[in-house]
């Protein structure tokens, strides 16, 4: 299910975070997806992935989770703030 970005902000916070981890992009690509091919592209642990479409944030998030730094490029300021916002909470995980 697809909402908007109207949508999500009218949502209170304990169900943003239930709702595809505030993920509303429309081209969402799976974490694990990402994650496998951050490893797969032989990019070194500590190393530096670009990402000049970042959308919603996901190949960030997978950098945390796989111990690389990121770039991201994103011309539309929604998505550039919850990618933000995606990327921050993830570093703020437990298990990071």
């Known amino acids: 299910m697809q909402i908007s970005k109207e949508q999500y902000d009218k949502l209170p916070e304990r169900l943003q975070k239930k709702f595809s981890n505030g993920n509303i ?3 969402v690509k799976p ?3 990402i ?3 951050c ?3 032989r990019t070194p642990t500590g190393g ?4 000049p479409f970042m959308g919603s944030g996901t ?3 997978a950098c945390v989770r796989t111990g690389r730094d990121f770039i991201g490029i994103e011309k ?3 998505y550039f703030n919850i990618s933000a916002k995606r990327i921050e909470n993830e570093k703020k ?3 990071q």
């Open 39 to 41: 490893r797969l592209s």
């Open 35 to 37: 994650e496998y091919l």
């Open 48 to 51: 530096v992935v670009l990402d």
């Open 25 to 27: 992009h429309v081209s």
């Open 31 to 33: 974490l694990k997806l």
């Open 59 to 61: 190949t960030g998030v």
């Open 93 to 95: 995980s437990p298990s």
């Open 76 to 78: 539309e300021l929604d």
